[in-house]
């Protein structure tokens, strides 16, 4: 049992972070909170007497929501582990209360939750999201027509006109849905003149796709691990994971696929252009890391050689739908799609010490990397 003192704006917790503990707020303040992105989703306000993490009394392993201090904030912080064994040696009758009260709390607290979120103004809402590119892809599916080339198109005004009228979704919004697609090269528009005006500008006139199977692995990705408890951190992208199955990726262009999908790559070669390309060390922590977040890789000693082996597909999946996430960030930072950014590529400058987990710059008094987290003590010592 700990007393600890928190600045304001310091976080006890993070969304889908472990429950370790119990917080006794002894005084200061505490907003309970959704974070999404750069927005945070304020949910109820808790001050001294209020406790945080009463999530473990009904058997969750994560936090589902989020803590930040709001104050100077002073609060008892009790294992889990220490109250476990009290709360289950207790009397049957008291378990069943407790038991009874966390679950009226976890039903009051989704129903809030999904309040706050229908009224979350963002243009693509994370609970939206798998909705409106699941509308994108039934309407080409279904209403596009083939092309010799085996791509499929469809008229602008009817792929507006079916997916409000079956769907009930908004045009502007599928919109700038489908300028993701373009912007990510999935899809491309047939410019043209109105027939009701032939003097004015170029208007859309068709969207055509290539193929329609990254969109429908991407929605069917995101429902899955959206509503899946624990495993939402999949859907956050990470720059540095990203650039890993990237460059993984970038490697298995040439390389033929087994019958079961899977590439394999000489490993020392992955890791000198990793090394060359974004200055990352590849090691055992970077694997776990990968994994996570749900790209899983193998290495298999063959004869003298060392094999990276990944299923193409599913890594070409997940770092779609990580490039679609972050497309999707900006769209509801700025309002809209801009389809003519240009990326920035990022040079990666090392200048003075670096994290030996992920390479990231660190300075002399960090004990931990703002990168990956890892402690930079314990890894030095």
């Known amino acids: 049992m700990n007393q600890k003192t ?25 907003n309970v909170c959704l974070v999404r992105g750069k927005k945070t989703l304020d949910l109820y306000q808790l001050g001294s007497q209020g406790i945080v993490g009463e999530s473990f009394f009904n058997g969750q392993a994560t936090h589902p929501y989020s803590a930040v201090c709001t104050s100077e904030t ?21 378990k069943m209360v407790i038991k009874s009260m966390g679950e009226r709390l976890k039903s009051s607290f989704n129903e809030l ?36 080339d085996g791509s499929i198109e469809i008229p602008w005004h009817m792929f507006k006109q079916y997916s409000q009228r079956v769907f009930g979704e908004s045009p502007k919004k599928l919109e700038q849905a489908c300028n993701i697609l373009v912007k990510l090269k999935l899809a491309n528009y047939e410019m043209g003149k109105a027939e009701d005006n032939p003097d004015g500008p170029d208007e859309i006139q068709k ?25 939402s951190e ?28 899977v590439v ?34 193998k290495r298999r000693s063959i004869a003298d050689q060392v094999k990276l082996e990944f299923e193409l597909k599913e890594l070409s999946n997940i770092i779609f ?8 960030d900006k769209w509801n930072e700025k309002g809209f799609v801009d389809i003519n950014e240009k990326e920035e590529k990022k040079i990666k400058k090392i200048d003075g010490p670096t994290c030996p987990n992920c390479a990231a710059v660190v300075s002399a008094q960090m004990k ?14």
Request: charged content about 25%.
């Open 6 to 30: 928190f600045k304001k704006g310091e976080f006890l917790f993070k969304e889908n972070d472990k429950i370790t503990n119990l917080y006794f707020i002894q005084s200061g303040g505490v």
């Open 74 to 94: 002073k609060v008892l912080e009790v294992p889990t582990d220490a109250i476990k064994p009290q709360f289950e040696s207790g009397p049957q009758l008291f």
């Open 113 to 148: 939750k999904s309040i706050r979120l229908e009224k979350d103004a963002a243009p693509c809402p994370e609970d939206q999201t798998s909705i409106i590119f699941g509308v994108v892809f039934h309407t080409i599916n279904h209403k596009g027509t083939k092309r010799k």
């Open 207 to 231: 969207i055509i796709t290539p193929s329609l199977l990254p969109l429908e692995a991407f929605f069917e990705f995101y429902q899955y691990y959206y509503f899946k408890q624990g495993r």
């Open 234 to 261: 999949i859907l956050k992208p990470d720059d540095f994971v990203i650039n890993v199955v990237d460059t993984f990726l970038k490697e298995a262009v040439d390389v033929t696929p087994d019958r079961f999908g």
């Open 264 to 297: 394999s790559l000489d490993f020392m070669k992955v890791k000198e252009r990793l090394n060359a390309d974004h200055g990352i060390q590849l090691n055992n922590d970077h694997f776990s890391r990968l994994e996570q977040k749900g790209a899983i890789t």
């Open 321 to 328: 739908t990580w490039r679609v996430l972050k497309e999707i």
């Open 368 to 381: 931990f990397c703002s990168e990956c987290g890892v402690p930079l003590a314990a890894k030095s010592a």
